[in-house]
């Protein structure tokens, strides 16, 4: 599969200062991928540099095949894009809103149109004026418009800005929607890491200008798999019982965390008991988050919410 996104070597030089520093990255259709970075890292200057809102000092960028410096409006047809706050005409209703971005789009059709509005929830109020709608609204009008040309690309600033619980989940369904069934490659920037480990596949982290990892989602997480938490008394008898069975033991401050295949746990338990120790609980281990392994990485730094 060839990537409907692609960077090589990319820099870019502002006053003297390298702000990206030799970046490469493929991301392909089908698949939602996520940019994190602190404060400064370089992400809203990656992402303004792939939209063609900056050119790159080197390096070169491709969008669906197309070197988008040689091929430029090739290349950025095949993108849709909302970058930080939807650009709208809030005198005009949305429906005035979209038909004056249809008549910029060849080939795009009323069916289209109606389409892309029904996708968005929009159907009630497509024909208030702008400056009616909340902020909730305005995003979604600005996805709907970047969706008019069925894009192979769409690139997301903060997409679920201003959404209450039920619309981002709405928006964030609708985009996986997008990637599995409509082949779309889907970028997506936000500060809310718990949406970006729900929302998507792959997770690139960019600090000081260098893409220092990228992995899938739930290979970044690392859950731990195999570590329980026995809640026990005495909790010092039983670590001297449980080590015993494996080296990969330490003390909590109400029981004891054991690195164990699920099938030695009967063997751990029946012994702890025989020892005459108490078991009241026993769960797997506490999984890491997405922002857990963010902030590890980062030296906890705050995520970028350009």
């Known amino acids: 599969m060839h990537p409907a996104i692609e960077l090589n070597q990319v820099s870019k030089i502002i006053n003297k200062k390298k702000i990206i520093n030799d970046i490469s990255l493929s991301v392909f259709p089908g698949e939602v991928f996520g940019l994190l970075g602190p404060n400064g890292a370089g992400k809203t200057t990656t992402i303004r540099m792939i939209v063609g809102l900056m050119k790159t000092t080197s390096g070169s960028i491709y969008i669906n095949g197309q070197n988008l410096a040689s091929n430029f409006e090739k290349a950025l047809s095949n ?3 909302v970058v930080e706050n939807p650009e709208l005409y809030s005198f005009l209703s949305g429906w005035h809103n979209l038909k004056h ?4 789009a060849p080939g795009v059709t009323n069916e289209r149109l109606a389409e892309v509005i029904q996708l968005v929830g929009l159907n009630e109020r497509i024909h208030d004026k702008v400056k009616t709608y909340s902020l909730g609204m305005r995003q979604r009008l600005g996805l709907a418009q970047a969706l008019l040309h069925q894009p192979k690309v769409l690139i997301l600033d903060e997409p679920t800005n201003g959404l209450d619980p039920a619309g981002i989940r709405e928006i964030r369904d609708y985009l996986r929607q997008l990637a599995e069934k409509e082949n779309i490659c889907v970028i997506v920037s936000s500060h809310l890491l718990s949406e970006m480990e729900k929302m998507c596949d792959r997770i ?3 600090q000081k200008g260098e893409i ?7 290979d970044f997480v690392q859950h731990n798999k195999n570590e329980w938490f026995l809640e026990v008394t005495p909790a010092k008898k039983a670590l001297a019982v449980a080590r015993t069975i494996t080296s990969n033991v330490s003390a909590e401050e109400s029981g004891i965390t054991v690195k164990l295949d699920k099938q030695q746990i009967p063997l751990l338990v029946s012994k702890l008991v025989a020892a005459q120790i108490s078991v009241f609980m026993i769960r797997p281990a506490k999984q890491n988050t997405l922002e857990d392994q963010f902030l590890s990485i980062t030296g906890g730094e ?3 919410t350009v």
């Open 79 to 81: 993108v849709g894009a």
């Open 101 to 104: 971005y249809q008549r910029m």
């Open 204 to 206: 690139a982290v960019i």
């Open 212 to 218: 220092i990892r990228v992995e899938k989602v739930a």
């Open 302 to 304: 705050n995520v970028e």
